[in-house]
Nanobody, 126 residues
Framework: QVQLVESGGGLVQAGGSLRLSCAAS????????MAWFRQAPGKERDVVAA????????YYGDSVRGRFTISRDDAKNTVYLQMFSLKPEDTAVYYC???????????????????WGQGTQVTVSS
């Protein structure tokens, strides 16, 4: 069982920045795609950004493309989400997740991710 531990959430004003980190246990971290999902109250969990195993390809949701950047450091078993120009609608619990595969099909899907962190709250005030 892989353990994922997120950090870096918090309260920020609109237009501000935050960087989320997700530290993973396990020796095969680099093989698998990693992603950040988010879930706001009353809404479904949706993909924010994803990165393939060994980091060759990234995916961004339409609402965050150009503002967020996902990256990974396989030497540290860590994946990051740098968030700029935050908006109140970015407020949600953000989850780090490890895929069961190294990439994805048309887009990353929740059901492809079999290891999840506990989530970290991001709140953007207007």
């Amino acid at each position: 069982q892989v353990q994922l531990v997120e950090s870096g959430g918090g309260l920020v004003q609109a237009g501000g920045s935050l960087r989320l980190s997700c530290a993973a246990s396990g020796r095969t971290f680099s093989t698998y795609a990693m992603a950040w999902f988010r879930q706001a109250p009353g809404k479904e969990r949706d993909v924010v950004a994803a990165i393939t195993g060994r980091g060759g390809i990234t995916y961004y949701g339409d609402s965050v493309r150009g503002r967020f950047t996902i990256s990974r450091d396989d030497a540290k078993n860590t994946v990051y989400l740098q968030m700029f120009s935050l908006k109140p609608e970015d407020t949600a619990v953000y989850y780090c997740a490890r895929s069961s595969r190294g990439d994805w099909g048309a887009r990353p899907r929740v059901d492809e991710y079999d290891n999840w962190g506990q989530g970290t709250q991001v709140t953007v005030s207007s």
